[in-house]
Structures are given as C-alpha cells and as structure tokens.
C-alpha cells in the first residue's frame, strides 16, 4: 500500500503535498478545551490563528509537480519548512474552510484560490485537502494543487473576446442580429439545420436548398437593427420569423443561413428587405457560421446601402446620358461623311430613276433593263435607308442593353459607317478580325460608339499631324474571357505623360477638342468588365486596345 501510495504520489500532475498537521490539531483541541463552541465563527474572527496554524503545519513531502508549480528550488527546500509562504491574506478564508472541514471530519475540500510561488508571484490553483485514511494515526494531511492559471487566461480570453463582441454587436452602425437555430433543430426532422449539420452534409447539399426557418428565433438585435428596421424597441424583431417578418425577409435569411452553413465561410449578398414599417431597403447581408456544427447561434449582419445604390443608379443615368451626349457630338463630327454617304444612294437612286424614265419613253421598252435599274434602286434605297438607321441608333437616347454580338460584325460595321471620313483622309484601312466564331456579351450601340471614336481620332491626329501614307488598323482575336480589339495607326502617338491622362474627362490637345471621348470609351468598357489602354503601335503611332468579355458584367455589377 506504502508503495501504491508513493507511486500515485510522485505520477499525478497535481502538486501534492504531505503535510504535517499535528500541531494544529492540537491548536484546534485547545480552542475546544477552551470552551469554543461555533469553530468556524471563531477562526473566521482571529487570523492570527490561522497565520499560527501554517507556521506549525510543516512539510513532509512533496512531489516532482510542487517544485515545479510553486518555483521552488527543490524538494529539500521545501521539506521540513512550514507553509506560511504560499498563503497570501486574501485567501485566508480558505484555508480556514480547510481547518473547518477538518473539524467537521469531512473527507476531502475543494476550492478555488490563489496562491503564491516560492518567489511570491501569484498563482491560481484548484485547492484540495484530504485526510486519507492510509494517515489516520500519522497526523499528515494531503493537500493537492492543479493550476488553473491556464484555464483562467482561457476564462479572461473568453470573456474578453466576449466583451468586445458585445460592444462591436451594440455599438456599431450595422445593424446586427442573433438567430438562434436551436429550435429549428429541435423541431424538424426533414431539413438541414434539423440534422446536425456536419461539414460532409455542407459539402453535400445542393446550393438552392433553403432553409425551413420556422422555428428559428431571433434571440437579440442591436440598436442600429431598430433603425434599421423602423421598430420602436429591440422588442419588436425579437422572436419568431414566421409571424413577424416580411416573406422577403424571412426567404433572404434562410437563404444566406443555408449558404453559410453549407460553405463553412461567411456568406454576403446584396439584396432588397421590407422594413417593419413597410419601406423597400437595399441592403448587404452577411451571414457569419458558427465556428462548429453544433453551435446554435447564427449572426446576421446588415448594412443598409439605399442611398448608396440610389446614388450608384444616378451615376448610371449621368453615364448613359454622357455617352449618349458624346455621341451626338462624334455625329456632328461626322456630318460631312453621313451626308456624303446618305448622298450617294440617293444620287444612285436619281439618275437610276431618270434612266428608267428614259428607257420607258422608248416605243419598245426594255424590260429585263428596266428590271435591272429597278432593282438597284430597291438596293440604294436599303442602303440609305441603313445608314440612316444606324445614325438614329446612334443619336437615340436609350439604356444600354446586354446582348450577344460578333465583334468582327461590328468592326465591318464601323467601316462602312467611318468610309467616306478614311477617304476624305486618304487612310487606308487594314482589317484583321479573328473572332468570327466568338461572342461577348455587349451593347452594339455602345461598342460602335467606341469603335468610331478610337478610329475618328486616329483619322484626326494623322491629319493634324500630315502623317504621310496615313494607316489605320483594327485587329480582333479571342482571349480566355472574350475579345480583345486593337486599333493602330501610324501617326504621330502619345506621349507617356499624355497616355496617363488620355482616359480622363476634358483631355484634350485639339483646339475644339471636348475631351470626352475617351474618357467614356474607358467607362463603357469597363462597365462590361473589360479594360482599355494605349500603347504605341508597330508603326510608331498610337495602339489603343480594349477587351470585352463573354459575361459582359463589370466585378461586382
Ligand atoms: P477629343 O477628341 O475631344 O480631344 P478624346 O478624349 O477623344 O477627346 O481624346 C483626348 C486626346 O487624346 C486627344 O485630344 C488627343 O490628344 C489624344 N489622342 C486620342 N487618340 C489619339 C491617337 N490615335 N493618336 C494620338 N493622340 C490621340
């Protein structure tokens, strides 16, 4: 038994002590002796008891664990000394609970408390004193010390961390809220959350799979979710979804509580909520997961971004008005080159017709040639009648659309439209397309517009500059996201400090120059996710090239 007893001694991870408690327990019988009846009362009164009582309980053995919790320097420091050292004042209640389960024979006492090192450095230790039966006769008692200083850094971590959740949850602009799935757990049987979600059941669900929220309950909100939601009190968003909160609402929170669960992330979205009182809000919404499966608690953040999206759609308006503006002005540019290319069909047209008129003045009319003529009126007409078409496209006022488009179509487009300008100029048009089997995602009106723009100003710089042999090149070819068009020239180029500030609105070294061209060249490309930059050309001139892509939405459209 000695021996079970010295191993268990010497293996725990407890500091064990082997106290001598014999004086004490003299000490004890004498306060009886001298009529004390109410023990506890009597020590809890008379500290100087207890001071006395550690000086005369002494040191019998230690563990390995003891030197090595309380810093001692080694066991023979310790033993044969009394205990004194390691009591600091504030515990002294403790020690007095320990005389007093003694007194009151109880087996063992556990407590918390704290105590001091060898050096005197605090330490916070599970306390615990037995009077085993193996020391009946021996007057030893076994006291045992686990540190706790771990766990209570831990406890401080927790409730700090908790404190600082709490005051970002209260405190902050976002409206924030808990949504306590436990009962949606509890209650159901066929959905996700009914199951403990584990993250094989994420990985497996499908992405559409919304959850039944039911049962779960809104357990707090913060201040800004008040606001947010028109209520008069934290009071009214607490509770169950099902009676209380619009289906929209209630749809958007199970869709992004699913999300996150399924994807072990935070989940974002934009989206649009009824308020309690009624209004339509824009909103973002993150859902945070619980760091387990098992957690109950998802949190639910919302920023209401209303006036951020009304401010993001007049931005759009003042766009499409710009671009539209601009390309009033590039037809105003253009007006000699339309009149001259709406004036050739109709001059086909005339002298077709007086041709005709000829030939039917004759006795005997030919008819195959009259048939002819007749057609090529038909044909002139299509083609005034296309052009005009495309400049009403051009100079109309409209929403930009997405629709799928050839970009080759419409650089052949834009080369017919610009004909009379690259010949006015003596330029002469090189065409290299490559994308005949690819399709972005644009709007045509849009695209031509940049086209003509890109092509119209290197027509005007070659001309500014007496560019000799004046050339311009426009070369398509497909890119793993979509196109990507280059239109060259070989006239005079851009300088590097000019190229920084070319895309920028009112740049302009014409002398009736807006400025403006460019500059919303840049925002319609963008706009569909592309990009647009200037670069010098392989003859020496200006390149400028620009992408488009197949989803023809800018990130985060
Ligand atoms: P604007 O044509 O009214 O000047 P833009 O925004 O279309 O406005 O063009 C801005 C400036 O960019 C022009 O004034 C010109 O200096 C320069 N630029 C545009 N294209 C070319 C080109 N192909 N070669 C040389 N300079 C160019």
């Excluded at 066991?75 to 515990?91: N, V």
């Excluded at 809220?177 to 497996?204: C, F, K, M, W, Y």
């Excluded at 008129?357 to 090529?376: F, G, H, Q, V, Y």
Aim: a negative charge; proline letters at 3%; charged letters at 25%.
């Amino acid at each position: 038994m000695e021996h079970r007893y010295r191993n268990m001694f010497g293996g725990v991870t407890a500091a064990l002590w082997e106290l001598d408690f014999g004086e004490t327990r003299r000490m004890i019988e004498a306060t009886f002796n001298a009529g004390v009846r109410d023990f506890r009362t009597f020590i809890e009164a008379n500290t100087d008891f207890l001071r006395a009582s550690m000086r005369s309980t002494i040191v019998v053995d230690v563990n390995d664990k003891t030197v090595e919790l309380y810093g001692a320097p080694s066991k023979a420091a310790l033993i044969g000394k009394d205990i004194s050292r390691f009591w600091p004042d504030e515990s002294l209640s403790v020690y007095a609970d320990s005389l007093v389960a003694a007194v009151e024979a109880q087996p063992y006492m556990l407590a918390e408390t704290e105590l001091r090192t060898w050096s005197g450095d605090p330490l916070h230790v599970l306390h615990s004193v037995a009077w085993p039966t193996e020391n009946k006769g021996k007057g030893t008692v076994l006291v045992g010390a686990i540190d706790l200083s771990a766990v209570r850094a831990a406890e401080g971590e927790r409730r700090r961390s908790d404190a600082r959740y709490r005051t970002i949850f209260q405190s902050t602009a976002i409206a924030f809220l808990e949504v306590d799935l436990l009962r949606a757990r509890q209650g159901r049987h066929d959905g996700p959350i009914a199951r403990n979600v584990t993250s094989a059941d994420r990985e497996n669900e499908g992405s559409g799979c919304p959850l039944d929220l039911a049962d779960a309950v809104v357990t707090d909100v913060n201040d800004a979710s008040v606001v947010l939601f028109g209520g008069s009190a934290r009071g009214d968003l607490l509770g169950a979804f099902d009676h209380l909160w619009a289906p929209t609402v209630q749809a958007e929170f199970s869709a992004a509580i699913a999300a996150c669960l399924r994807s072990d992330a935070r989940f974002e979205t934009e989206t649009r909520l009824t308020t309690l009182d009624g209004r339509e809000i824009d909103v973002i919404l993150t859902a945070v997961a619980p760091p387990d499966a098992q957690a109950e608690t998802v949190v639910i953040g919302l920023l209401d971004v209303t006036e951020r999206s009304a401010a993001r759609a007049a931005l759009d308006r003042m766009r499409t008005e710009m671009a539209h503006a601009a390309r009033v002005a590039t037809l105003g540019e253009l007006a000699a080159s339309i009149a001259h290319e709406v004036n050739q069909p109709l001059a086909a047209i005339g002298a077709n017709s007086a041709a005709a008129s000829r030939w039917l003045k004759r006795a005997d009319p030919d008819l195959d040639e009259l048939r002819d003529i007749s057609d090529a009126i038909g044909r002139d007409a299509e083609r005034a009648g296309g052009i005009v078409g495309r400049i009403r496209a051009m100079a109309q006022k409209r929403d930009p659309e997405r629709l799928p488009l050839r970009i080759d179509d419409v650089v052949r487009e834009v080369a017919v439209f610009i004909h009379h300008e690259l010949q006015a100029g003596t330029v002469t048009l090189d065409l290299d397309l490559a994308c005949a089997q690819t399709e972005v995602l644009a709007d045509h009106v849009q695209v031509q517009q940049v086209l003509v723009n890109l092509a119209v100003n290197a027509v005007q710089a070659m001309r500014q500059a007496m560019t000799i042999n004046p050339r311009l090149k426009v070369t398509t070819a497909p890119t793993s996201v979509g196109v990507e068009v280059t239109v060259s020239d070989n006239g005079p180029g851009v300088d590097a400090e000019a190229a920084e500030l070319l895309f920028e609105s009112f740049f302009s070294t014409k002398e009736a120059g807006l400025g403006i061209g460019l500059a919303i060249c840049r925002s319609i490309i963008e706009s569909h996710g592309g990009n647009i930059e200037v670069a010098r050309s392989t003859w020496g001139g200006a390149a400028f090239r620009f992408t488009l892509t197949h989803t023809g939405l800018a990130c985060g459209a």
